[in-house]
């Protein structure tokens, strides 16, 4: 007998449970069809373990700051990694256990078990037939692993494992520094680790500004060694595992394998959708409506390959949910891009990144946070901020930056970006002193002058507006 649905959502992360959710606003009619374990990505083995662990170990770091400004017996702190690991996985559960209830409080409309296409809408699971009106597919991305590096047995992790080591060795190989790297690099190395990073090419943390690259390069480089531009091999040796990148070669307890990710597409049978797949088997899809062809099948989240962080991912499953349901509907705008690394100093973009912006027309406004007043207060004195103006109209395009609190600055400058604010409007609104955003405002009036925009009136909106906050 086949069981017919309107919507089957394929994965119950982020993307799938959003999906859910949009879909449930107009019917109960949706089936939950999940492969492997409940939880997301970003709660069990992601955003929220990584984070959990990265709080620790930034707070902790703080201790040899504080040596220096008259605080005793700091340096005498040590960290007991077993019982972090352990904070870090009970802080998991916590945040596991409510999208795990969403799929059991589906009853009969969430089933476990592989989906195959056996048309655009028909699906096979474990034998049972499903025809959907509409089929979203939000299976994710995996760790990429070279078969070569599998040699080294259990001393070669990935974000899937890393959470549920025990007792982290002491001396520790990252190989790829994207984001991932990075963040879990400096933690292990904040918690006492001695880590060596390795990564192909020169950018680090996804950052394509090479002035903001190279300050988190050299905020890093103190607290680990790092090779960038390097083709390594790895392999077991007797005392543990040997990196080498042809011109230094380190032996370390484990390696942390972090060099990117790959859409779980494998046994759907796109195939058999009769669209043309690419290279690594994936249909074309409306980047708008995330529409495959004029199927009724969406693609949604990371295995999309558009935006691969959380926000962006529980958008899609909305557009997807939303566009099964509503097909002749416009389509949604997405919200302006923004990218956060969560080092010491913070790291990231938003809107434009350096490697979108047009080839001229483009003026950059600058911070070095490394004399900004309240950075130097906090001893958290690193980093550059650039913010990317169109020179024809001032409208603030983009910006990367390194930097103190960089999550919170990114933010501002998203919501100014999508708000389509100039450096004028932006130098309108109030900054606090003494704070790190007042090193926002540096930039922006950098990007003036590189406008060569004399000032015609005091940084403040003129009256005309209906209201005057400075009388309220
Ligand atoms: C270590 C790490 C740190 C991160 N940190 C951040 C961060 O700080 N901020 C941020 O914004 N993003 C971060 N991300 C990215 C974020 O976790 C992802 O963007 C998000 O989890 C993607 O959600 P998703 O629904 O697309 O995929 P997932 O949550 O992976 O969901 C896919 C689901 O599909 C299931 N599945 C797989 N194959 C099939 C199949 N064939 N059939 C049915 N079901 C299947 C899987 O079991 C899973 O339940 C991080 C990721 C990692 C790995
Ligand atoms: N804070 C955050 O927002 C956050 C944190 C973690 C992950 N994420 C998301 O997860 C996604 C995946 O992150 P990621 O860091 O795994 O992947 P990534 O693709 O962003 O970075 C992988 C890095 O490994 C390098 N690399 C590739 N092959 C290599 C090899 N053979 N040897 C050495 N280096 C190699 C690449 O040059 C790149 O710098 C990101 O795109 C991001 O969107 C976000």
Redesign the pocket.
């Known amino acids: 007998m086949t069981r017919r649905v309107r919507i089957a959502i394929l994965g119950a992360g982020t993307a799938g449970l959003t999906a859910l959710k949009e879909a449930q606003r107009y019917t109960d009619d949706v089936l939950l069809i999940n492969h492997g374990p409940y939880g997301t990505t970003c709660a069990r083995v992601?955003?929220m373990p990584?984070?959990a662990l990265i709080e620790v170990a930034h707070t902790y770091a703080r201790k040899d700051w504080l040596g220096t400004v008259g605080i005793d017996g700091t340096r005498g702190l040590k960290p007991d990694l077993q019982i972090v690991m352990a904070h870090v996985r009970t802080l998991r559960d916590r945040f596991t256990a409510g999208s795990i209830q969403i799929a059991q409080d589906l009853g009969d409309r969430s089933i476990r078990g592989k989906a195959r296409f056996i048309d655009a809408n028909t699906l096979e699971v474990d034998g049972e037939m499903i025809h959907a009106d509409a089929v979203i597919i939000a299976t994710g991305?995996r760790?990429?692993v070279?078969d070569a590096w599998r040699a080294i047995g259990d001393r070669l992790v990935t974000?899937d494992e890393v959470f549920e080591l025990v007792s982290p060795g002491q001396r520790l190989g990252v190989?790829?520094?994207?984001?991932?790297?990075?963040?879990l690099a400096q933690a292990f190395a904040q918690l006492g680790c001695e880590v060596h990073g390795?990564?192909?090419?020169g950018?680090?943390?996804?950052l394509k500004d090479p002035e903001v690259n190279a300050s988190l390069l050299a905020a890093l480089g103190q607290q680990m060694s790092i090779s960038t531009d390097?083709?390594?091999s790895v392999r077991a040796d007797g005392n543990g595992a040997v990196i080498d990148d042809g011109k230094r070669s380190v032996v370390v307890d484990w390696v942390l394998a972090?060099?990117?990710?790959q859409p779980n597409i494998e046994g759907l049978g796109l195939d058999t959708l009769g669209v043309e797949l690419d290279e690594r088997g994936m249909p074309a899809f409306n980047p708008k409506t995330l529409q495959v062809g004029d199927l009724p099948v969406y693609i949604a989240g990371?295995v999309s390959g558009q935006?691969?962080?959380?926000h962006e991912a529980a958008d899609e499953g909305r557009i997807a949910a939303y566009h099964a349901l509503h097909p002749e509907a416009d389509c949604l705008m997405r919200r302006a891009p923004l990218?956060?690394?969560?080092t010491e100093p913070g790291a990231?973009q938003a809107g434009l990144s350096y490697s979108e912006l047009p080839e001229s027309g483009v003026v950059v406004g600058k911070i070095d946070y490394s004399r900004q007043g309240r950075a130097v207060m906090a001893g958290r004195n690193a980093g550059v901020l650039h913010i990317y103006v169109d020179a024809g109209n001032a409208r603030i395009l983009g910006a990367e930056a390194v930097a103190p609190d960089a999550e919170h600055l990114l933010h501002l400058l998203a919501w100014a970006i999508q708000q389509e604010m100039t450096v004028d409007t932006m130098l309108h609104l109030p900054f606090y002193h003494p704070t790190v955003e007042e090193g926002l405002r540096t930039a922006l009036q950098s990007a003036r002058r590189a406008l060569s925009k004399r000032r015609e009136q005091p940084d403040l909106p003129l009256c005309r507006p209906a209201i005057d906050w400075a009388l309220g």
Request: net charge positive.
């Open positions: 992601g955003c990584s984070k991305t760790p990429i070279p974000s190989v790829g520094l994207g984001p991932i790297g990075v963040e390795f990564t192909k090419g950018q680090i943390a996804g390097v083709e390594m972090a060099i990117g990710r990371d935006r691969p962080l959380l990218g956060i690394v969560f990231g």
